[in-house]
């Protein structure tokens, strides 16, 4: 099991930059890929990215290639989101996600991930 718990959200400037942080409590995080997900507000939670079990890998919802970055520390059980060049459009409340998994496929569909941290809001501001 995961018990995660975001950090790093905040206000920033649009065009700015934020590092959110997602840590897990247990001893179980590198058996997970992770993903990350975002719902602004009136619009439907969407997958804004993931990363396998072993970090090796990793994919990116094509709103967020080249500005996003996902990384993966299996030793410090935690996963990061570098978000750079944000806009205002990306004021959402932030979420990580963990699926049980021993292969390189990242899911986007949010039904396929059994654990969810609490969330962090980014706002970015014009």
């Known amino acids: 099991q995961l018990s995660l718990v975001e950090s790093g959200g905040g206000l920033v400037q649009a065009g700015g930059s934020l590092r959110l942080s997602c840590a897990d409590s247990?001893?179980?995080?590198?058996?997970?890929?992770m993903g990350w997900f975002r719902r602004a507000p009136g619009n439907e939670r969407e997958f804004v990215g993931g990363?396998?079990?072993?970090?090796?890998?990793?994919t990116y919802a094509d709103s967020v290639k080249g500005r996003f970055t996902i990384s993966k520390d299996n030793t410090g059980n935690t996963a990061y989101l570098q978000m750079n060049n944000l806009s205002t459009e990306e004021t959402a409340i932030y979420y990580c996600?963990?699926?049980?998994?021993?292969?390189?496929?990242?899911?986007?569909?949010?039904?396929?991930?059994?654990?969810w941290g609490q969330g962090t809001q980014v706002t970015a501001s014009s």
């Open positions: 247990g001893h179980t995080f590198s058996k997970y890929n």
């Open positions: 996600a963990g699926q049980k998994s021993s292969d390189a496929y990242i899911d986007a569909s949010e039904r396929e991930y059994g654990y």
């Open positions: 990363i396998t079990w072993s970090g090796t890998t990793t």
